[in-house]
């Protein structure tokens, strides 16, 4: 086995919120955008290689008996794909053990992405911002990064949940969401959609990091108006 290792955050064990059935969640370091709602900015900085690729995987096949038939290990962040080679190495371990493998991704990683996704049963992609505006002022980053991992994802065909958070005054109307809806009709194998309520529960995250809060005084998403919305985007 190779001496491949990574930056990692924080790994979460039993989650039932990234992926489907009870999963292993490795949080990685690093991320190229700056999301104007992020929940964790602790993890934008990439800092140093803190775990190897066997001490991930022994702690992960540890809770292999309680996977299931739909749980498994996920690969969120920060950004799972500024770590290509960490994550390749680790997936394909996994796969002899027949683990399944989600990956929660804004797409902006550092390329690889076709070897990448080979390992992966689910894409689990947060989606920004459909317009090339909106998602330079969401994110701090052209949306050109993004668009190579999309036509990958979708050469791949592998089977994919799409995400958005919804911010009061700025993604929340029928206007962009019947746009949301044509758009992401353009991405292939969608097996489901969710649009998660923006909250401020990481304002004191940003306060002890010293950074400063660029959604000071937007309030939390309404929880019914954003399923109205979601339903409004399932609709046929």
């Known amino acids: 086995m190779k001496k491949c290792s990574a930056s990692i955050d924080s790994i979460e064990s039993f989650s039932t919120k990234d992926g489907p059935g009870i999963r292993t ?9 700056r999301c104007l709602f992020c929940h964790n900015p602790e993890t ?13 995987y022994n702690k992960i096949i540890n809770y292999k008996d309680y996977y299931g038939t739909e749980g498994g290990v996920t690969f ?54 459909y ?17 190579k991992f999309l036509e990958s994802l979708n050469n791949s065909n592998k089977k994919t949940w799409i995400r958005q958070v919804i911010v009061p005054g700025i993604n929340d109307s029928v206007e962009y969401i019947m746009g949301l809806k044509k758009y992401i009709k353009n991405i292939k194998n969608i097996d489901n959609i969710e649009l998660l309520p923006y909250h401020t529960m990481a304002v004191e995250k940003y306060e002890k990091l010293n950074i400063p809060y660029k959604l000071e005084g937007v309030p939390s998403m309404d929880k019914n108006k954003c399923m109205e919305l979601e339903n409004l985007l399932k609709e046929e």
């Open 25 to 33: 969640v490795i949080f990685f370091n690093g991320c190229k955008l």
């Open 44 to 56: 934008w900085t990439m800092k140093e290689k803190n775990t190897t690729v066997e001490e991930i």
């Open 76 to 129: 969120s962040g920060g950004e799972p794909l500024l770590h290509s080679d960490f994550i390749i190495e680790l997936a394909k371990l996994l796969k002899k053990d027949n683990i399944n493998i989600a990956l929660d991704t804004a797409g902006v990683g550092n390329g690889n992405y076709e070897e990448i996704l080979k390992y992966v049963d689910l894409v689990i992609l947060d989606i920004k911002d």
């Open 131 to 147: 317009r090339y505006d909106g998602y330079l002022k969401m994110t701090g980053h052209s949306m050109d990064d993004f668009n």
